[in-house]
């Protein structure tokens, strides 16, 4: 079977149409091999934005580092490379809607959609044994969220995030030197912060919409950092996010390479499916 033969089969199989594929992308680095690296050695969150592809490197401090990089390449040749070299430093790569720069910072100014159309989210995500942060840490996928979806005001923002460490049976340490694909559905277990108390590290997604059944979307993040104690080297790579059934999947790449530009759109939605199948992360 042809590579998008496979695709859309997944997609018949996810009850996603065909045409909810053209929703993937490929995000590209600044910069030709080995890549961009954007580091802020300040105190004071900083960003850069990633080409035109509405992804942003953010809140960046403390000498974290972050960029589009061949140094752990995924799907391709590049993937989204972080380091965070102490407790304070923190790097994120965001998708932001209508995105606006506050102070050297990047803040959304518009909606991606409803937060009761967000059905499930999937990343692959990568650490180094080289990291000397808690053995249960590794790169993060936030949602970024208005509570009350009214853009005008903005003391009622802020986010959940999913951490392998809150859910079922977590392991005492995750994989290392390694690819994980990290599907996050209704039943995952998500925490909050800003305007979303996290309700002691129990709550679903699923109720998570329940509570704030008029939020809005602001944005996905992923990133690491802010408070972790030592150390860490990783990545991440193919982001996807499910709106009303629509996926919405992200490779990222340092250059084009057009023999395998039907491979990475089809990645994000694999690991979805796979988890779909087997309840289960998978490598």
């Known amino acids: 079977m042809s590579c998008q033969r496979s695709i859309l089969a997944l997609a018949t199989g996810l009850a996603i149409s065909p045409a909810a594929l053209h929703g993937q992308v490929t995000a590209f680095s600044n910069n030709p091999p080995p890549g961009d690296l954007f580091v802020n050695p300040g105190s004071s969150d900083q ?20 960029g589009i990089r061949t140094d752990l390449p995924r799907a391709g040749n590049g993937s989204v490379w972080f380091h965070a070299p102490s ?35 999937v990343y692959d995500w990568y650490r180094s044994s080289a990291s000397t942060v808690p053995t249960y840490l590794h790169p993060v996928m936030r949602v970024l969220l208005d509570a009350d979806g009214d853009l005008g005001t903005i003391g009622d923002r802020g986010g959940l995030v999913f951490e392998w460490a809150y859910n079922p049976a977590p392991p005492s340490s995750v994989p290392t030197d390694t690819w994980v694909t990290q599907p996050i559905m209704d039943t995952s277990v998500l925490w ?3 305007a979303f108390p996290d309700g002691g590290y129990t709550t679903s997604l699923s109720a998570w919409k329940s509570a704030y059944p008029s939020a ?31 996926p919405i999947s992200t490779n990222f790449e340092v250059v084009p390479e057009p023999t395998t530009w039907a491979t990475f759109a089809g990645l994000g939605l694999l690991g979805f499916a796979l988890w779909r199948r087997h309840g289960r992360s998978v490598s």
């Not at 960003?47 to 972050?66: C, D, I, K, L, T």
């Not at 506050?102 to 989210?121: I, V």
């Not at 104690?229 to 709106?243: P, T």
């Open 47 to 66: 960003g850069q934005a990633v080409g035109a592809s509405g992804w942003y490197y953010n809140n960046v401090r403390n000498s974290g580092e972050v």
């Open 192 to 194: 909050g912060f800003g």
């Open 216 to 246: 809005a979307i602001l944005g996905f993040s992923l990133g690491v950092g802010s408070g972790w104690v030592g150390d860490f080297v990783g990545a991440v790579d193919n982001a996807m996010w499910v709106l009303g059934g629509s």
């Open 87 to 121: 407790g304070s430093a923190q790097a994120d790569i965001e998708y932001l809607a209508n995105a606006v720069n506050l102070s050297g910072n990047y803040f959304a100014a518009g909606s991606l959609a409803p937060f009761s159309s967000l059905t499930g989210m």
